[in-house]
Structures are given as C-alpha cells and as structure tokens.
C-alpha cells in the first residue's frame, strides 16, 4: 500500500492562530480525505480532497474553517483556521488508490490548542 | 442514533483466546466493510475488507458479514499481546473508496 506522511506530527498551537497540515504520498492517488478524530472518540469525515477544484465538505464542517488544497494527486494540505481550544484533535489523512480501493491512513497530526 | 454501533469495551482477554469484535449498522446501503486496528500515537491501518455478505479469512483473522442482520463481526484467533489496539469497523456504500463511517473503536488488551 502507499506510503502516506503527515506534517507536522503534532503542534501545540495558541488560540486564534492557523496551522497548516501536509499530507504526502509516495504514488498517484485518486481519492484523499481528512478525517478527525477527537480525544477517546471515532473518525469523522471532514471532506474528500478533490485534485483541481474545491473540496467537498461533510456537514457540520465549512470551508473557511477547514480549507483544503490539492495541487495534484500526490498532496493536499488541510489548514485548521482562528483554532479554539475545542479543536483540539487528531487530524488525519486517508487515501485511496482509485474509488474501488479502500483507504490507508497516515499516522495523523496531533493538534493541541491552549 | 448512530449508523454505525461498536461497544468500546474495554476488553481484556488472555494469551491465545478467541476474539469476537462486533459491529450493527443502521443504513442498508453499506455495502462494502472494513477493519481497521490503530495502536496508540498510530493512524488506523486496514486489517481486513469484505463486499456484502459472506467471509473472509486472513491469517488469524476472519472477517464476517451478515447484511440481513446489519451485522459485522472480526475474529482473532490464538490472540497475541501485540494484538492489543482499538479495533474500528467502518463501511461505506457506493464504492469502496467512497466516504466511511466509522464505529466509536474497541479497545482491546491480551494478557501474556
């Protein structure tokens, strides 16, 4: 399976600031997604990472929040936007070969917010 | 209520038990299933992945799916200490590559 790297691994963030996070895969993909994952829960989908257009966000997550880039169908990045401390997460990129594929995961970013 | 029900446990077993980890789902258009075991400070990595209905084998591991149920089950056999993760069943619907839900994850401990 593809070797996924996530940037940074984790980060300790002030309140109100933005961070960026850098998804990195070692072969062409056709599908990338973020996830969440909050302390003690399961992943929730953010939005699936579109290359060439604007992603396309789940409910309850909005784009000046959460924008995502994908330049090209080896990389996206995920920026984390005016962070509150109830962002605090795990953040996690997901990809997949093509769209009959199952998805791989980094071992995600882990984003603390004082 | 959630699509996807897992008990979180936390279970403990002993060295060489059988595992049974379960899953019940609310939305029939899931059709393709997944398990995925995430170590501490890890992402999850995919163990195992089943279409419809059925089994599947891998090693100590056997997958099963039964969709009249809405009912997913991962066993492992001879358990080991290194099995000790959180197990989480996710599923998607159209294709496999399409967007998951997951369960909440099972955490697991074997004793040696």
């Known amino acids: 399976s593809a070797v996924i790297s996530q940037k940074p691994s984790r980060d300790i963030c002030q309140r109100g600031t933005s961070l960026t996070i850098q998804c990195q895969v070692d072969s062409q993909v056709t599908m990338m997604f973020w996830y969440r994952q909050q302390p003690g829960q399961s992943l929730t989908l953010i939005a699936t990472?579109?290359?060439?257009?604007?992603?396309?966000?789940e409910s309850g997550f909005v784009i000046d929040k959460f924008p995502i880039s994908r330049p090209n169908l080896t990389f996206s990045t995920l920026t984390v936007s005016n962070m509150s401390p109830e962002d605090s997460s795990i953040y996690l990129c997901?990809?997949?070969?093509?769209?009959?594929?199952?998805?791989?995961f980094g071992d995600g970013t882990r984003l603390s917010i004082l | 209520q959630k699509e996807v029900e897992q008990d979180p446990g936390p279970l403990s077993v002993p060295e060489g038990a059988i595992v049974s980890l379960n899953c019940t789902y609310s939305?029939?258009?899931?059709?393709?299933f997944m398990w995925y075991r995430q170590y501490s400070r890890k992402g999850p990595e995919l163990l195992m992945y089943?279409?419809?209905?059925g089994n599947k084998e891998d090693g100590r591991f056997t997958a099963q799916v039964d969709k009249s149920s809405k009912y997913i089950s991962l066993f492992i056999r001879d358990s080991q200490p290194s099995d000790s993760a959180t197990y989480l069943c996710?599923?998607?619907?159209?294709?496999?590559?399409?967007?998951?839900?997951f369960g909440e994850g099972t955490q697991l401990t074997v004793n040696p």
């Open positions: 996710a599923m998607s619907g159209e294709t496999s590559g399409s967007r998951l839900t």
């Open positions: 939305n029939s258009a899931f059709q393709y």
């Open positions: 089943t279409y419809s209905s």
């Open positions: 990472a579109n290359q060439g257009s604007e992603a396309t966000y």
């Open positions: 997901s990809v997949g070969r093509d769209s009959n594929q199952p998805q791989h």
